[in-house]
Nanobody
Framework: QGRLVESGGGLVQAGGSLRLSCVGSGRIFSYNTMGWYRQAPGNARELWAY???????NYADSVKGRFTISRDTAKNTVYLQMNSLKPEDTGVYYC?????????WGQGTQVTVSS
């Protein structure tokens, strides 16, 4: 089907690290730019990082230098390595294409960073 499945979230102290994974079908990943979106409580989803099909990455200013997005096309998987986590990084993290496709949204994975 066309849904994406995120995993890897959890509770971590400030300064810690997490690695998120997102798996989907080849139909979704092939030739698509993939992004990681964060939704903080009460806020809309924000695009925090994206990677093109040929591996070029871009980041929101708030995560630049701390987060790294990567993809494994053979595994239809996109990753988000998050280092030096801050309490303001807390939220539900989703992956989707860029631009988004509403029928691709998964359940997301919760990331909670304690101070």
């Amino acid at each position: 089907q066309g849904r994406l499945v995120e995993s890897g979230g959890g509770l971590v102290q400030a300064g810690g690290s997490l690695r998120l994974s997102c798996v989907g079908s080849g139909r979704i990943f092939s030739y698509n730019t993939m992004g990681w979106y964060r939704q903080a409580p009460g806020n809309a989803r924000e695009l925090w990082a994206y990677i093109t099909y040929d591996g070029r990455a871009n980041y929101a200013d708030s995560v630049k230098g701390r987060f790294t997005i990567s993809r494994d096309t053979a595994k239809n998987t996109v990753y988000l390595q998050m280092n030096s986590l801050k309490p303001e990084d807390t939220g539900v993290y989703y992956c989707n294409t860029c631009p988004i496709r509403n029928d691709y949204w998964g359940q997301g994975t919760q990331v909670t960073v304690s101070s």
